[in-house]
Each structure stands twice: as structure tokens, then as C-alpha cells.
């Protein structure tokens, strides 16, 4: 356990609908990014936070996606009218800030599947 | 792009020690070597980060070459459940990590 936290682990829907996901970090880390993971390879940067500011999105962030993190804290992923495509493992990491290099701490992962 | 080269698959005799390579020929001179594994269905774990001098700790040692351009993960005692993909990444100190992961190294663990 990395305390990093995601809800839910698992969820399935269908093409069409909206979800949304939570990742609750590391309590002192004022980083905190997004990746998505598809079958057979690495993770992908989808978007990063410094405190509340959203202040990176990867080009894979489509305009279905947006992501929120309300004072600084727990953080939201939305995808609206999902695709099949949208099915993957997301991820959250949080990683405490500074000038020192410091590693990511990721959570389990939601593992999407879009029917 | 992935700024690092890595073979896909490695296996390892259980109790040996298992030495997985990289490659990032372009590092520059503020970048960290970073290594994490992702075991199955879970998210990726942290392992051990280094600049230009060797390091260990807990888990694993990390020798980075002098000219910096290749490095070795060493886990000296390998067992069952390291069996995982082993991600050697390169990412500057401080400021936020965009980390580009690759598809890094299978690393099969036989009993």
C-alpha cells in the first residue's frame, strides 16, 4: 500500500455514458498527475496538478476528459460519452514537491471497460 | 518517446541475482535515472533513483556508468514475486515528471 488510494477499482459501462473517478493522494504531496495504461504497455501521461492548479494536459486528454482537484487535495477524472477505446487502467500518482527529485507514489488504478 | 532502451523480456533463476539493463544514450546532465516495476494488475512501484554515483538501498542497487549513457538494475537475491515489468525511466530533478514509461522489461522469476 503506497497511500495512494483510487475509487472505484473496477468499472464497467457503457458506450455513452459518463464516469468518474477518484484518487485521493498522499496527504502532504502537492503534486498529483494522471496516466492511462492500455493492454501491453507503459503508462501514459494524461495530466499533472501542482496544488489545484491543472497546469498540464497531455494531447491524449481529449475534450471527453476533464480532470479537477478542489483545494489541493483529492482529485477527479471525468470522461464523458465514452468510447470503446476509452477502456484502460488509470492511475494516479502523487509525488511531494520541490527542488529535490523526488518519486512518484502511484495508487492501485480504475480499470475502465467500455462496453 | 521513451527516452530510455530496454530488452522486453529477462528471465532469472530464483535466488540469483537478476541485472537488468538500460539505455539512454541522450541523458543529460540534470536528468535522474529512476526504475520502478509494475507487478500484475497493479500500479507501479517505486524502486530506487540515482544521478551519477552508484546507489542501493532496501530493494535494489542502481550502477550508472560514468558517462551516464547506460545503467543496471541489480536485485540481488531475485524471488518468485518479483516476477513484474521493470521501467528504467530518465526525468530532471525537481520540477514536475511527465514520465514517458515505455514498455520497459518483463522479468520472469523461475522457480
Partial sequence: DTGVS??????????????TFRCDPISEHNRLYWYRQTLGQGPEFLTYFQNEAQL?????????????????????????????GDSAMYLCASQLGGAASYE???????RLTVT | DAKTTQPPSMDCAEGRAANLPCNHSTISGNEYVYWYRQ???????????????NETNEMASLIITEDRKSSTLILPHATLRDTAVYYCIVELSGGYQKVTFGTGTKLQVIP
Avoid at chain 1, 480532470?67 to 464523458?80: C, D, M, V, Y
Fill in chain 1, 6 to 19: 483510487q475509487d472505484p477499482r473496477h468499472k464497467i459501462t457503457k458506450r455513452g455514458q459518463n464516469v
Fill in chain 1, 56 to 84: 498540464e494536459k497531455s494531447r491524449l486528454l481529449s475534450d471527453r476528459f476533464s480532470a479537477e482537484r478542489p483545494k489541493g487535495s483529492f482529485s477527479t477524472l471525468e470522461i464523458q460519452r465514452t468510447e470503446q
Fill in chain 1, 104 to 110: 512518484q507514489y502511484f495508487g492501485p488504478g480504475t
Fill in chain 2, 39 to 53: 507487478i500484475h494488475s497493479q500500479g507501479p512501484q517505486y524502486i530506487i533513483h540515482g544521478l551519477k554515483n
